[in-house]
């Protein structure tokens, strides 16, 4: 059962991780980790790097700054969009006749990105000297 506080009142996380799901979620367990599941393949990895980075592309920016080609792109495209992380959009551009299909991060895919792998790319060093094994407490002091 979902609770409106995801922590208990000691501060420790709920025993069941749906509990961490307020009432009002929009999304359930499964949505999130889906959402994890597909930003773990390197090719979509890198997809929804760029458009968080880089802003609005379109299915050729994608392909020649991925280095993919177009069928490849469409497909890991379309699992980006069908968990949430992306949205296909098309507009007139100014002086062109017709509709583009772009491409472009959702929050969903901003925060899973930004506060998911790329904090945890950051944060290697530091993960790093906290399990260094080899490091002994107190170095740097002075006898």
Sequence with gaps: MATNDP??????PPEDPRDLLSEESVLGLDEYLAMHAAVGHRTRYEILY??????????K???EAIGIDDSTLHYHLNKLVEVGLVEKRQR??????????????????????TEGVDELIRGEQEFEEMYDSSASPGTGSSE
């Design 92 to 113: 007139t551009d100014r002086g062109q006749d017709g509709l583009h299909t772009y491409y472009r991060a959702t929050v969903f895919g901003d925060v899973t990105l």
């Design 61 to 63: 920016e994608l392909e």
């Design 7 to 12: 922590q208990s009142a000691e501060g420790n």
């Design 50 to 59: 760029r458009l968080v980075h880089s802003g609005d592309m379109s299915p």
